[in-house]
């Protein structure tokens, strides 16, 4: 007589970007974590241990692994008795609407994730955490998360979170516009003359007077946020 039991819990809050959905197979179970259909999917580990076959490498989400699946992609999951996790669901459309959003141009080749997140990093630890609250909040009578407004927000956070702290097909561009962002206005407007139009004979006084600066004061802007001179 085969004595494994199983005792399965799926406990899902569908939203219209991000579904957090609580699982548990209570016995030895071999699953296969898709992004079936136009779906990211995220497996956040809770208690026990399910082991990630990806591609024949393996990685165990004890160890402080999360697991990503892009749309068309699995990963099959082996799980023990005790292992339960946190399972989030998120719309294609929507995060890539989002990634849009932080680069300022269109997704023309598929987003995908690299497949195993680090939990033990600040990035994915603090990803987690975040996702956890939304997950959370869902789950209180009344709770902040019940007015629309605040849902919006927190599956954007969730979102723009994912986008920022696992690596994927668009993370240098990110990385590009994110640095742009931060520099000070007339550093980010001479790099802009520069990259327009790469071919002119620039000489750092005619790109000081078309940022409306001194050459001193562009060169030293230059060498503290981007570590080069202007030429």
């Known amino acids: 007589t085969d004595r494994r039991r199983l005792a399965a819990r799926l406990h899902a809050v569908p939203l219209p970007s991000v579904t957090p959905m609580y699982l548990a197979y209570g016995g030895d179970v071999v699953d296969v974590l898709a992004g079936d259909g136009p779906f990211y999917v995220v497996h ?36 023990h008795p005790d292992a339960s996790a946190m399972v989030f669901r998120i719309d294609q459309r929507a995060l890539e609407g989002a990634l849009v959003d932080l680069i300022r141009l269109p997704v023309e080749k598929p987003l995908r994730f690299e497949r195993r997140m680090d939990l033990t990093s600040q990035p994915g630890a603090s990803w987690a955490h975040a996702a956890m609250f939304l997950a959370d ?41 994110t640095t742009a962002a931060t520099l000070p206005p007339h550093i980010a407007a001479a790099v802009a003359v520069i990259e327009s139009a790469p071919e002119r004979q620039l000489t750092v006084e005619t790109l000081a007077r078309e940022v409306n600066v001194s050459p001193r004061l562009l060169q030293a802007g230059f060498r503290e946020h981007l570590g080069v001179p202007p030429m």
């Open 44 to 79: 956040v580990p809770l208690t026990g241990r399910v082991v990630i076959n990806d591609d024949g490498r393996e990685f165990t989400t004890s160890s402080g692994s999360a697991a990503v699946a892009s749309p068309t992609e699995s990963l099959e999951l082996r799980w």
């Open 137 to 177: 909040e869902l789950n209180q009578t009344g709770g902040v998360v019940s007015h629309p407004l605040v849902a919006t927000d927190l599956q954007r956070m969730i979102m723009r979170g994912l986008l920022l702290c696992q690596p994927h097909t668009y993370t240098a561009v990110l990385a590009d516009e």
